[in-house]
Structure formats: structure tokens, C-alpha cells
């Protein structure tokens, strides 16, 4: 894979350690996946949690196109992998007044946003 989602995928790794809410996420295998009809790719996620063990591999969601810039394609896999992720009962990424981030671009950068509209960068979560 290009550079752009090798330095996404440790963006989005670097969040996965935080706001982590009714469970724990423990270990996560990730594979992206390419159409090379249609120059798209997408981040597959089997995602194992304590007690419940591994999930098996889901990537329900959109992709980015293989030479997209590395904020766009962080963007498809934060959303890729925290529906998996909730799909395994794990609330992540949590906001702080409670419910989930969401991922999209705010001014060209990957960003998790939460209810009340207040931003963090993804990659950035403390």
C-alpha cells in the first residue's frame, strides 16, 4: 500500500487506546482490502475484545480511492473501523458528554467531531 495509508492506519492506531467505553478493544487485525476495477480501497477490521474474543473481519462502509490524500483516506478508516468496533459492543471512540465521534474532513483534515460540535484532529485523542 502507499505511504498515505500506512501513516493513516497509525493515526487512527494511536486513537484506538483512548475513549474506550462498556468494554475494551484488545487487539485489532487490519487488512485493506482493493478494487482494482474501480481504484478503491477499504480497511477491513477483525477486532478482538476482552471476553468476547475475535469478531471476525468486517468492513461495512466506504472506502477512499487508492491514491487519495492521507486525510481522506484517514477519514474512511476511522468510520470503517469504529462501526466494527461498535459492532463488537465497544462505545469508541467516546466523546466526553457521552455518545460516539464521528469522522470527517473539517478544513482538509481527518477530524473526530462530537455532538456539540467541538473537533479533534484524529490521531490527537487524549
Not at 474506550?20 to 478493544?25: E, F
Not at 455518545?99 to 490527537?124: E, H, M, Q, Y
Request: aromatic fraction near 6%; include cysteine; charged fraction near 20%.
Amino acid at each position: 500500500m502507499p505511504d498515505t495509508w500506512t501513516r493513516a492506519l497509525r493515526r487512527l492506531g494511536a486513537d484506538l487506546t483512548v475513549r474506550q467505553y462498556s468494554g475494551s478493544v484488545t487487539h485489532v487485525d487490519w487488512v485493506v482490502q482493493y478494487d482494482p476495477d474501480g481504484g478503491s480501497a477499504w480497511l477491513t477490521s477483525d477486532v478482538t475484545t476482552a471476553g468476547n474474543g475475535r469478531s471476525g473481519a468486517s468492513g461495512n462502509g466506504s472506502g477512499a480511492g487508492i491514491d487519495a490524500d492521507e486525510e481522506t483516506i484517514l477519514v474512511s478508516m476511522a468510520d470503517l473501523a469504529s462501526t466494527a468496533i461498535a459492532e463488537c459492543g465497544v462505545a469508541w471512540p467516546r466523546a466526553d458528554g457521552g455518545g460516539f465521534l464521528r469522522s470527517l474532513l473539517v478544513d482538509g483534515v481527518a477530524t473526530w467531531r462530537d455532538k456539540s460540535g467541538r473537533d479533534v484532529p484524529i490521531g490527537n485523542l487524549d
